[in-house]
């Protein structure tokens, strides 16, 4: 019964942390992400290369942020067109941009996906298209309206404005997209914006709508990132990385544990997949502050593909892939080679479905992971071992493995791909 207690009281105290005895004191490890941010922010000039400086075999397409006068107005010639196409005996017929997989191209020395200039035609007089083409129609006339009044509603007001019509909020949001691409303008330049999602806590100060917000005074819920991120600005920060994160839990964990006071930084999750706000604000925050970003995502195809969008974008809005960007973002964890190196228990390891090795196949394939063969080996290592890992398989040590041990070994030894 005494060696049991005796026992107890090592566990608590972390003596016995796998690893644990590796760390060096936290000045050293300090020491090391200073140098590490120096030389990130030296390093991080504006990028100036545009498609246009590139000589490709094909036009792309490209949006911008354009203002609400400017939306009306490209609104309102799309109409007169039509109206003309139609007075004319000629139909009516929208020219949508394809955002097929087809018609998008990864393009290496941007480092992002981007939108290849094919169209296709949405005829209103056709049986096939008659519904989607009075879709675009309604959003439009909706879209017109907010320019108006002046305006931001979410994407799920817009569904509750004609939902016979809509019928499903996954119809309603794809030709949102579409007529973002018609427009020739971001999606947030439609004031049309999604539901708070991701949140940020840490090294940050910023005002929202002018309102000064210190996130190190947020708890662990952390800051809402603000839907439209135009109202974000003046972003101050002695934070010495951003920690990307792809899960809630971790995220809180980190929180909790005030991991930011810790080792400077500011941590940033959007619950899962990548929304458009937490996108923008993440590039806002790379681009202003210069500073280095790495992520922790899960050990699968799907925390790979999620880091992915946030560095080169989604095939779905690859059309304002220059905005919602944010380049050079490390992999710090947890990578397949960690399951090993850290010694996680089997019995936390996960077994992939046949999906899952489909999917580590098929990113194998994609540009974007060639172009890094660090992350060429970790996947391949994957899909050889048919093995996955949640973020959350390092408490199987401790509930506060990650922030006391983990991430600072990682840290310290500049562990990152």
């Known amino acids: ?68 006068s400017s939306v009306q107005s490209n609104i309102e010639s799309l109409v007169l067109r039509i109206a003309h196409s139609i007075i004319s005996g000629q139909g ?4 949508v941009p394809s955002r097929s997989a087809a018609n998008q191209h990864y393009v290496a020395e941007l480092d992002r996906i981007v939108l290849k200039d094919k169209s ?27 320019c108006l009044k002046g305006i931001h509603v979410t994407k799920r007001d817009l569904f509750y404005t004609d939902v016979k019509l809509f019928q499903d909020q996954i119809q309603s949001d794809a030709v949102l997209d579409d007529v973002s691409c018609m427009l020739g303008c971001t999606r947030s330049s439609l004031n049309v914006v999604a539901a708070e999602k ?97 992520a922790l995502v899960d050990s699968d195809p799907y925390g790979l593909k999620i880091l992915s969008v946030y560095g080169c974008g989604s095939k779905n809005m690859s059309y304002d892939s220059a905005n919602l960007t944010t380049p050079d973002i490390k992999w710090l964890g947890v990578r397949p080679s960690d399951l090993d190196k850290y010694k996680i228990p089997e019995q936390c390891r996960l077994p992939m479905t046949d999906q899952d090795i489909k999917t580590g196949k098929d990113l194998l394939e994609e540009d974007f992971v060639k172009k890094n063969p660090g992350w060429v080996e970790e996947l391949t290592l994957m899909v050889k071992t048919k093995q996955k890992a949640e973020i959350q398989a390092l408490s199987t040590f401790g509930f506060q493995y990650l922030s006391e041990v983990y991430l600072p070994l990682k840290l310290q030894q500049k562990d990152w791909l």
Request: hydrophobic share 40%; with cysteine; aromatic share 6%.
């Open 1 to 68: 019964m005494a060696d049991n207690k005796k026992r107890r009281r090592k566990d608590s105290t972390g003596d016995e942390l796998p690893f644990k005895n590796k760390l060096k004191p936290d000045a050293s490890i300090l020491e090391t992400l200073k140098d590490f941010s120096t030389a990130s922010s030296s390093s991080s000039v504006p990028q100036t290369l545009t498609l246009q400086d590139l000589t490709l075999p094909f036009r792309c397409r490209e949006v911008a942020d354009l203002s609400l």
């Open 92 to 95: 009516f017929s929208f020219d």
């Open 120 to 146: 296709s035609q949405r005829p209103f007089a056709n049986i096939s298209t008659v519904r989607k083409s009075a879709i675009t129609a309604r959003i439009l006339q909706l879209i017109h309206q907010l």
């Open 198 to 294: 991701g949140v940020v806590v840490g090294r940050l100060i910023f005002s929202d709508n002018g309102d000064m917000i210190d996130c190190t005074k947020m708890g662990m819920g952390g800051k809402a990132i603000p839907p439209n991120i135009d109202r974000v600005g003046d972003m101050q920060s002695d934070a010495l990385f951003i920690l990307l994160v792809e899960k809630d839990a971790a995220y809180m964990r980190l929180a909790e544990d005030r991991f930011y006071n810790r080792f400077p930084c500011i941590i940033v999750t959007a619950k899962g997949q990548p929304d458009v706000s937490t996108r923008l604000f993440l590039r806002k925050m790379k681009t202003e502050l210069k500073l280095p970003v790495l």
